[in-house]
C-alpha cells in the first residue's frame, strides 16, 4: 500500500493506542468515585430516555470493557458490565452518552442519519480495499493489462475519501450525544460539581479516540491524493 502510507498509519495507530490508554485510565480512575445519587448507569440510562419521552429503546447489558454503544437498528442502548452496574461519574457518563445517540435518533438528528446511511457504504468500502490490498501485496496491479496502477490508487483514493467523510461525520455525532448527556445530568442534578468535571473530563477523553481516527483518515487520504498527483508530473 506504500511505504509512507505505512508510517502514516503506524504512527496513528500508536497515537490511537495512547489516547485509548489514557481513556481507560481516567475511566478507572472515575469509576473509584461512588455516585452521591447512587444511581447504577442503567438506571440512569432509563432515567434520561423516560425524560425524553422515549419509551421504545432499550437499555441491556454486554459483555467487554467499553463496548458501549446505542444501537439504531434494534433501538437499544447496549452498556458494558461495568457501566452497566456502576455508580460512579464515569458509568455515568457513558451510559447517558449513549442516550444522547438514542435522542439523536429518536428527534431525527440529521448527522446521526448521514452517519447511518453511510455505513453500507463503508463496509462495502472496506470489502473493496482489503481486496486492493491483498492484490497490490501479490504484485497483481503490476501487471498493467489487469489494472493499472495509477487506477489502483484512483480506487484507493476514493476507498480512504469515504473513511474520511465518515470519521468527520462522527465527530458531530460524538460531540453533541456529549453535550446533551452533560447538560441533562446537570439539570437533572444527577451529579455534583465535583462529579460532572469527571464525567465531562471522561467523555473528553472518549472524543479523543474519534478525532485522533479522523486525523488520521484525512492524512492518509492526502498522502494517496499527493502520490496520485506525482504521478501525472512523472
Known sequence: ?????????????????????????????????HLTKDLTGAEIARLMLAD?????V??????????????????TVNLSQEVYHGRNAAATAVSAHECGHAVQHATAYSMLQFRSAMVPVQNVT??????MTM???FGAFFASSILPWKTAILI?????????????????????????A??????RNI??????DMSQDALKWAAMTYVVAAIGAVTTLVYYVMMYLGMDRD
Request: aromatic letters at 14%; charged letters at 15%.
Open 182 to 187: 452533560l447538560a441533562w445530568v446537570k439539570t
Open 1 to 33: 500500500m506504500g511505504f509512507g502510507a505505512l508510517i502514516i498509519g503506524g504512527f496513528f495507530m500508536l497515537i490511537g493506542w495512547m489516547v485509548s490508554s489514557r481513556l481507560k485510565s481516567k475511566f478507572k480512575q472515575y469509576s473509584q468515585t
Open 135 to 137: 492484490a497490490m501485496m
Open 58 to 75: 432499550k437499555v441491556i447489558c454486554v459483555e467487554g470493557q467499553l463496548t458501549d454503544h446505542y444501537n439504531p437498528a434494534d433501538k
Open 126 to 131: 472496506a470489502s473493496v480495499l482489503n481486496f
Open 156 to 180: 484507493i483514493i476514493v476507498c480512504y475519501a469515504v473513511f474520511a467523510l465518515f470519521a468527520l461525520v462522527t465527530l458531530p455525532v460524538e460531540f453533541d450525544a456529549s453535550k446533551r
Open 191 to 196: 451529579v455534583t460539581p465535583s462529579e460532572y
Open 52 to 56: 425524553h419521552g422515549i419509551g421504545d
